[in-house]
């Protein structure tokens, strides 16, 4: 095959994977970055002020803080991230006069992205080719206005990340359901929606059911579809500790990734010199969308554990008390079959079996899971199956014991208790029509693939993006581009260029707002927000940096006013209220959402309060009052011939749609991000050669081409048959309806691929 070399791939250096996370130098990779971003007094103020208990909440990751923080409690990726935003780079008015959108939109995420911060409101017009400076009341006025000619509500969409406070979420929802349309899709719909769906359906609340001490405390945690080393670094932390105490770790994954092999802990002199501490005791090296056969066979041999050794293996007591659907679950379970199970994970017998022995002498298991298993088709049907193997040995509700979706979005989990849900349940609205006297619609809205598609068919015309980056958040990024500039008007609340600002419905906003790490003053009075982690810790969240400029409004003001604007008084809300005094939204929310009574009061405690989760009481709020054993039909994902499964991931140094460099350090890969990361065993049955340059072309039922030109091969140990490039770049690939069933998630982790010689040079 020819070498085609672009620009990008000429540049690529690729060594092997690093077999150990951290240490020293990911601290020194951070600095180095936040000092090319700002002043050493503001990434100092920032660094210093991180996940402090009267500080910033980390924008990084959902992980919780422990009771005992260290003065830098926080990740070198968090600490990227923070710098990122407190960056001393400005875009304003005179950015845009010399960059027409047509020219920004060549532009990569990157470049986009180092610009810096916005600093004031900026409007293209009809026609334009150029974004220009307009006034608050106006821009706001011009949505408003576009909202209140749609007719009908369901026309427009209300798009969230999961970086908004709770404040700003709640009354974005507020807005929305009083506007009169629950169209409020959020990244959580690409992200851990598949979780949600599963743990509702079996447990009754769709969180994880662990705190921090339950990791600690466990004899087992699996970590499974989840690369904590880049995503969620100071997780290494706490795995860290489980393992001093004697727990045990097995890593489930394609790749060996290096923070599930090795860590060393940058906050602790033995982390600083020495070999640090093996995190995985086995690693099972899955096939993509193999986890669910893998707990099949997992549950079958605790099954026929218990034949051998009655009343030794499964917690009767738990699952006759506790749980429904056994019977039933057992006797499909003795269906499942080796050989499928071999081919769909691509494991031996000898080491599920050895995972099993595991799972027998370890008495309290955790299960822990990200992006690796929400990503598929039977994302959903794999976490129900969790959940059955947690059930059995009375894994649920009880110390050092559960279930763990490690959350990506520092605040996507408090968004979704605020009310941020395309599809809310009927005592959330009840609840809101009693606290504010309207009826708030009822019919379900529509999720991120559903806005797309309803744009795609001209059934929504206004777009509001508050926070995030929707078009190369979402799949099919050829299709959603389309679909925004078919709008009448779109626009965004950010705080950073990024390429959705470049896809433009007729008339397009761009609205610059706060950051976290920036001070909020309302009304002469410093605000702080609240947010809740992973484990449903609620804290406060303060900033300390002088903002970006003295034009920038905060989400809560910004929603606030578009919200009178557009509703004026029909129905009579008192925005100007919650825009002077976040307190008084507070006392709002600790009216409408349970477990926020006394919101204010509870809130002002260092270190917040924990929502309480009925699931670790061992009370089931689901519909038969326990927790419910399911049936899962078998499933394996492959490709044809000649074809590979690729996952589409995140490198070490970036944040979602936000590449930071070309750098993947823990994976060897340098200067370029167009790499493809293919089985050298698979590379040879194709004839490519590493290095060589491809275009990954997807395969699809409609007959669309997708195709992302340019990939520079990398032979790599993934498993054979499948394949690892980055997000957002490979979006293009992941068609707009292959979903997860049950949850609408597009199968990021799985699009079937070819790949073909490079079409460009
Ligand atoms: N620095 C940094 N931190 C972040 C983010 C970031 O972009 N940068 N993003 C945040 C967000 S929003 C999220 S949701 C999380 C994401 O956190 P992760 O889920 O860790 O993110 P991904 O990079 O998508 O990695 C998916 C992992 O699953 C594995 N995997 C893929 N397919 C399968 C499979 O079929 N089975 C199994 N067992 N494993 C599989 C991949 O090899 C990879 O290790 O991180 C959050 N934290
Ligand atoms: N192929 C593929 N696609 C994926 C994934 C994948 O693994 N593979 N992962 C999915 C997942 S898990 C997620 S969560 C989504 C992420 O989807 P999004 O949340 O939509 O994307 P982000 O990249 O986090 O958004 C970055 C932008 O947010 C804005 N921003 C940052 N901070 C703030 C703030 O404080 N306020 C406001 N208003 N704006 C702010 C900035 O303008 C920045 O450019 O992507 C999904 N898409
Ligand atoms: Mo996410």
């Known amino acids: 095959m020819d070498k085609v070399g672009d620009q990008d791939g000429e540049r690529l250096s690729a060594g092997p994977p690093k077999t150990w996370a951290a240490g020293v130098p990911g601290v020194r990779h951070a600095l180095t970055y936040a000092l090319g971003q700002t002043s050493p007094r503001r990434a100092a103020l920032t660094l210093l002020n991180l996940n402090q208990t009267a500080g910033l909440d980390c924008p990084g990751c959902a992980w919780p803080e422990p009771d005992r923080r260290h003065v830098n409690e926080y990740c070198e990726n968090g600490a990227k991230h923070v710098a990122d935003e407190a960056t001393t780079r400005r875009v304003g008015a005179d950015f845009f006069r ?173 982390g600083i010199v020495g070999r640090g501490t093996q995190i995985a005791d086995q690693f099972l090296q899955i096939r993509p969308g193999g986890d669910l056969a893998l707990f099949q066979a997992l549950n079958l041999l605790l099954l026929e554990a218990e034949d051998a050794r009655p009343g030794t293996v499964l917690d009767h007591g738990f699952i006759d008390e506790h749980s429904t659907g056994f019977a039933e679950f057992a006797r499909h379970t003795r269906e499942v079959r080796w050989p499928d199970v071999l081919a769909a994970t691509g494991l031996t017998r000898e080491e599920i079996e050895r995972a099993h022995e595991r799972v027998l002498a370890g008495g309290k298991v955790i299960v822990c899971w990200a992006m690796g298993l929400t990503q598929h088709k039977h994302g959903v049907a794999t976490i129900k199956e969790i959940v059955n193997f947690l059930l059995l040995r ?218 309480p989760n009925p699931v670790s009481a061992r009370v089931f709020t689901t519909p038969s009052g326990r927790a419910v054993f399911t049936r899962n039909p078998f499933a394996r994902l492959e490709a044809p011939p000649g074809h590979l499964i690729l996952q589409t991931l995140r490198s070490h140094d970036q944040w979602n749609t936000i590449p930071y460099s070309g750098d993947d350090r823990y994976r060897g890969i340098r200067r370029s991000r167009r790499v493809v990361l293919v089985n050298p065993a698979d590379l040879a049955e194709l004839g490519i050669a590493d290095r060589d340059v491809v275009d990954l072309v997807g395969v699809w039922h409609d007959g669309v081409e997708r195709r992302a030109p340019g990939f520079t091969v990398v032979a790599y140990p993934t498993t054979p048959g499948s394949a690892a490039s980055y997000y957002p770049e490979t979006n293009v690939l992941v068609p707009l309806d292959s979903v997860a069933d049950h949850s609408n998630t597009p199968t990021s982790k799985a699009v079937v691929i070819r790949l073909e010689p490079a079409t460009r040079d």
């Open 98 to 270: 010399e960059h027409p959108i047509s020219e920004l939109a060549g532009r990569s995420d990157q470049w986009l992205n180092q610009q810096g911060r916005l600093t004031e409101p900026m409007v293209k017009r009809p026609g334009s080719d150029h974004y220009e400076p307009i006034g608050w009341d106006e821009a706001l006025g011009l949505v408003a206005g576009e909202l209140r000619g749609l007719g009908d509500p369901d026309r427009a969409l209300f798009y969230t990340s999961g970086r908004l406070g709770n404040e700003a979420a709640f009354l974005l929802q507020l807005f929305a359901r009083a506007y009169g349309t629950n169209n409020l899709p959020d990244c959580s719909n690409m992200c851990h929606e598949s979780s949600g769906v599963a743990l509702i359906d079996t447990l009754g609340v769709g969180k994880g059911s662990v705190s921090l001490d339950d990791i600690h405390d466990a004899d087992l945690i699996f970590v499974v579809g989840q690369n904590p080393g880049t995503n969620h670094p100071r997780m290494l932390s706490a795995l860290e500790q489980t393992k001093r105490s004697g727990g045990q770790v097995i890593a489930v994954n394609p790749l060996p990734e290096a923070g599930l092999m090795r860590f060393k802990n940058p906050q602790k002199a033995r």
């Open 394 to 611: 009375g894994n649920i509700g009880r110390p050092g014991a559960g279930v763990c979706p490690v959350r990506g979005h520092s605040n996507v989990q408090g968004d979704r208790t605020m009310g941020i849900w395309e599809r809310p349940p009927a005592a959330f609205l009840d609840a809101l029509e009693r606290e504010f006297g309207f009826p708030p619609p009822r019919e379900h809205g529509l999720d991120t693939v559903g806005a797309i598609q309803a744009m795609l068919a001209g059934r929504a015309h206004v777009f509001l993006g508050v926070g995030g980056n929707f078009v190369r958040a979402s799949p099919d990024s050829a299709a959603t581009e389309r679909a925004l500039r078919a709008c009448r008007l779109t626009a965004h609340i950010s705080t950073k260029l990024n390429r959705s600002h470049t896809v433009c419905g007729e008339t397009a906003l761009i609205l610059p707002t706060l950051g976290r790490s920036d001070r909020d003053v309302q009304a002469g009075v410093e605000q702080f927000v609240t947010v809740e982690d992973s484990m449903s810790q609620v804290h406060a969240s303060r900033g300390r940096l002088h903002p970006a400029s003295d034009r920038l409004l905060s989400e809560v003001a910004i929603i606030s006013r578009l919200a009178r604007l557009t509703l004026e008084d029909k129905p009579d809300l008192p925005w100007e209220t919650f825009e002077a005094d976040y307190g008084a939204v507070r006392d709002r929310i600790s009216r409408v959402v349970p477990g926020f009574e006394d919101f204010n009061a509870r809130v002002a405690e260092p270190g917040g309060f924990r929502l």
